[in-house]
């Protein structure tokens, strides 16, 4: 046990890590709190907001046009939608304008600043979180966080952290008449998101979910499947999920691109939660599977239409025609025993049926996922029910909230994370400030 002399820094508010959810509790907090309140946010990462400035490739897709409940899973969809609608869509434009980042809508609904830039973004939530009067501190990780006082918590900082502490602030407990955990997933975790809020909240008396896992994230295919041999072919393409009877269970059209590894682009990305759930629940022998439909424009009726009335047209060109790229159309054939050269009119009736079948639902032999390096985001946390949803305060420890990806909610790709971001900080925030004058002396 580490011997400090120094007596304990004392804290309002103490926000645990100061990514998207933290940096707007902290900001909410500290607007909302009595004036000369101490607001502070910690966080164990030497660059401040790592995931906000990769995020979007670097542009960061703030948010989405149209967001509501359906877009997410892990807790009740209800719950979920009740924490959404009290930070919507318009609040955020408007956050992000009177900071100075003016936000445009793309073809797709996502929403990115003007500029492109993903450093605007960070430049706006560190900028108001000053403005705002709290104090961020980093790399100031947390190694502990309990209830051994009366009216508060002690954190306590990972001495073990190999990166040195914040020099302006040398402190190694810190006492906090409120804490709100805001520690991310596990998501990247170069990052600084690495699990460390699960057993912080697990120390404090919360059950995270048993299923922990990466979740928009690629797909990987047996070594050789002839998908990895396309490998930087982008199309848009639906991927259908199945249970083992055919049932349809989940499917996302989106652009879809293949690699040396799998396959991977927003629909492979969406749908990776699901097929990853839907084969840890399965019982053994009844696996999910995975389709692919390369044209999804097209019905199946369409393209035999297309492939009867193809005449002399070899079956290369009539594939390259609907269109699907030349690889990709070359690769199809092979699959199926067809000479590209063959004129189309020549195929019989199985042969069609099996080439159709080919282009409309390609089974997709899944072995695995790229794991939480290459995932955007964590399914699965501490659920909503162990929160209470109008203050995001914990229902198990009084004066403990709770916002963001430690939270059991994941969204699709398009901005959705960073709006439950926004939307859950910011009700912690502003909830966790007024109880510091609702129930004075904690
Ligand atoms: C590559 C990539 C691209 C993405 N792009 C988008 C996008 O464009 N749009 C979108 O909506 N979402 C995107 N996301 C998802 C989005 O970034 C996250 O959902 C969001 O950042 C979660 O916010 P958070 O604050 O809850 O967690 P995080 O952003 O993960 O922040 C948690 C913070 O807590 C700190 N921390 C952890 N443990 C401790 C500890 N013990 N002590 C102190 N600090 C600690 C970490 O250092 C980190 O800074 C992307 C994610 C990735 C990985």
């Not at 948010?63 to 979920?80: K, L």
């Not at 990972?158 to 520690?183: E, G, M, Q, T, Y």
């Not at 025609?321 to 054939?333: F, G, K, S």
Request: aromatic content about 6%; overall charge positive.
């Amino acid at each position: 046990m580490l011997h400090d002399a120094r007596p304990p820094f004392a804290a309002d508010i103490a926000v645990i890590g100061a990514g998207a959810a933290g940096l707007f509790a902290a900001i909410w907090a500290a607007r909302t709190a009595p004036r000369g309140s101490r607001v502070l946010a910690l966080d164990g990462a030497r660059t401040l907001g790592a995931k906000v400035l990769v995020a979007g490739g670097g542009r960061c897709n703030v948010t989405h046009h149209e967001v509501d409940e359906r877009q997410y899973a892990g807790s009740s969809r209800n719950a979920i939608r009740k924490v959404l609608r009290r930070f919507d869509v318009p609040q955020t434009v408007a956050f992000f304008r009177e900071m100075g980042v003016e936000l445009k809508r793309e073809e797709s609904g996502k929403l990115f600043p003007v500029s492109d830039s993903a450093r605007d973004v960070l430049g706006a939530l560190t900028g108001a979180t000053a403005r705002a009067g709290a104090r961020v501190v980093h790399p100031w990780r947390v190694g502990a966080a309990s209830t051994d006082i009366a009216d508060g918590f002690v954190i306590t900082r990972d001495v073990s952290w190999p990166h040195a502490p914040d020099a302006s602030f040398n402190h190694v407990r810190i006492h906090a008449r409120r804490v709100i955990l805001a520690a991310g997933g596990m998501a990247l975790p170069k990052t600084g998101s690495d699990g460390a809020g699960y057993s912080l909240a697990r120390a404090l008396g919360h059950e995270p979910t048993e299923r922990i896992f990466p979740a928009l994230v690629p797909l990987t295919l047996p070594a050789g499947h002839w998908i990895t041999g396309l490998s930087g072919i982008t199309l848009p393409a639906t991927v259908e999920l199945r249970s083992n009877t055919g049932k349809r269970l989940e499917s996302f059209t989106n652009s879809t691109l293949c690699t040396h590894f799998g396959v991977s682009g927003p629909g492979v990305l969406d749908i990776s939660r699901y097929y990853t759930a839907a084969k840890m629940e399965s019982p053994e022998g009844g696996l999910p599977g995975l389709f692919i439909d390369w044209l999804p424009s097209m019905s199946e009726e369409a393209l035999d239409g297309t492939l009867r009335m193809g005449g002399s047209l070899s079956l290369q060109r009539t594939l390259q025609n609907l269109p699907l790229p030349e690889r990709l159309a070359r690769a199809i054939l092979e699959q199926c025993g067809q000479e590209p050269g063959a004129p189309c009119g020549r195929l019989s009736r199985e042969a069609r049926r099996a080439l159709i079948q080919a282009i409309k639902s390609t089974p997709l032999p899944v072995t695995g996922d790229r794991g939480f390096t290459h995932a955007e985001v964590t399914a699965g946390g501490v659920p909503l029910a162990q929160i209470r949803l109008e203050t995001m305060e914990s229902r198990v420890r009084p004066g403990l909230y709770l916002c963001g990806e430690v939270c059991d909610v994941d969204g699709r790709v398009g901005g959705f994370n960073f709006q439950w971001a926004w939307a859950s900080g910011y009700v912690a925030g502003c909830a966790s400030a007024r109880s510091l004058t609702d129930h004075a002396g904690g």
